[in-house]
């Protein structure tokens, strides 16, 4: 029998659960991202122009840096989800004490990676003197607590494995809450800048930290953590591992041509990085709205894969790719419509509201390719191949990226912020097509592998 904290996707209907699992996941989202665009705001609006131009300029940073543990984020859920399926309780318990002492080791170098090297890095990235010193105050702050951020991450994803997305919601609203309060206090009250913007989201994945190991150490079934249990097994460690890893290079891969394509972006000034920045913010809502489906189909795909009910898998990838272009064409025609409006919370310069739509017009308009492409991505993770996504990620997110903007962004009448954006919806498109034949293959391998399928 299952609790009201789980979730068995390997029962009922494939489409009625992916929207269940997947909407708590869809509102932790866009309110992490309410949250940190208020943040912004607050920076936008109280805070020196150069404040707002060091934050929106080391998101790229910040995940390239984070994204390879992200991976193991995300191992950690298909192991342990698998394993879920396969109701292999020993095997779950070893998960759950393996990937919370995982994050901690990954947040200490993080840690120790972060503060030695932000500098360096963003100068690297063309980071202008205007806003320089302060971008590093603001990620050295950030890496100083991303332990607590690292232990969240390992610790819902766990939660997610048996369905349970519902309680890190609730961690993310209230952490959100902290954090905005925080911010206004800090900025406002206290007037300090983007010293205190990081302060107050460290602070608040402190309490998202606490908030999930204290769930975790009251469950009373197999994903019960005890502290004094806490070591790595190296069978569960190397499953985390085999598919966690690629993932987390695909992000990397992923980020590192977003450094790229920032540090093209920084070649145009202080007008375009703040447009970009604030395109890039209004992004996240439709962004993350596709990638709450995206997830659910990993978690389904893994939870379906240990049950080997393979036919629902094939039902897992029709679901979450209908899902995926619905809320990501909607919600992009609708974000495009409001685009001036929206961009003007951040900052009212007319100049920066069109350098803003600029962006938008490109990436709201074929959004739903990327949503597409993420969750076909992790369908093939969640089936247990984790190179093959990494592979045609490589190829056309990264370098066709690289090879576009050093040539075609390179000619004179295409030397042009358009220009750089067009690379997005281009490589999605290339990584969908290497996906789609990916899946193709995989799948009929399973069909003639097991000749008997639920």
Known sequence: MYKKNELDLTQGSVFLNLIKFS???????ILQILFNTADRIVVGQFCEPAAFSAVTSTG??????????TGLSIGTNIVAANYYGAKRKKEIQDTVHTSILLSIYSGIILTVVGIILAK??????????????????????????????????FGSAVLRAKGDT??????????????????????????????????????????????????????????????????????????????????????IMFSFSNVIIQSSVNSFGEITING????????????????????????????????KKFNRIKNVVLSSQVLTFLSGGIMGMMFLFFGRKLIGFYQNDPLVIEAGMIRAGVIFSTYYLCG???????????????????????TGACIFRIIYLFTIFRIERFHKPVTIYLTYPFSWILTICANLVFFIYIYRKMKRENSNPD
């Open 23 to 29: 909407v708590p996941l869809i509102f932790s989202s």
């Open 60 to 69: 790229s940073l910040i995940n390239l840096l984070v994204n390879l543990f």
């Open 120 to 153: 360096p890095i963003l100068i690297a990235m063309g980071a202008q003197d205007e806003f320089l010193d302060l971008a590093v105050i603001y990620l050295r702050i950030y890496f100083g607590g991303i332990i607590a951020t690292m232990i969240y991450n």
């Open 166 to 251: 519902k309680r890190p919601l609730y961690i993310l609203t209230i952490a959100g809450v902290i954090n905005f309060l925080l911010n206004l206090f800090f900025v406002i009250v206290c007037k300090m800048s983007v010293d205190g913007v990081g302060l107050a989201t460290v602070l608040s994945q402190v309490f998202a930290c606490i908030a999930v190991l204290v769930i975790l150490k009251r469950e009373k079934d197999d994903f019960h953590l005890d502290l004094k249990k806490l070591k790595i097994n190296t069978h569960i460690f190397h499953k985390i591992i085999k598919v966690g890893l690629p993932a987390g290079f695909q992000g």
């Open 276 to 307: 970009n920045g604030a395109a890039c913010d209004l992004e996240g809502f439709v962004y993350f709205t596709m990638n709450g489906f995206a997830q659910g189909a990993l978690t389904c795909c893994s939870q379906n894969l240990g049950a």
């Open 372 to 394: 597409m492409m993420d969750a076909l991505s992790n369908c093939i993770r969640g089936m247990g191949y984790s190179m093959m996504p990494f592979i045609s990620s490589l």
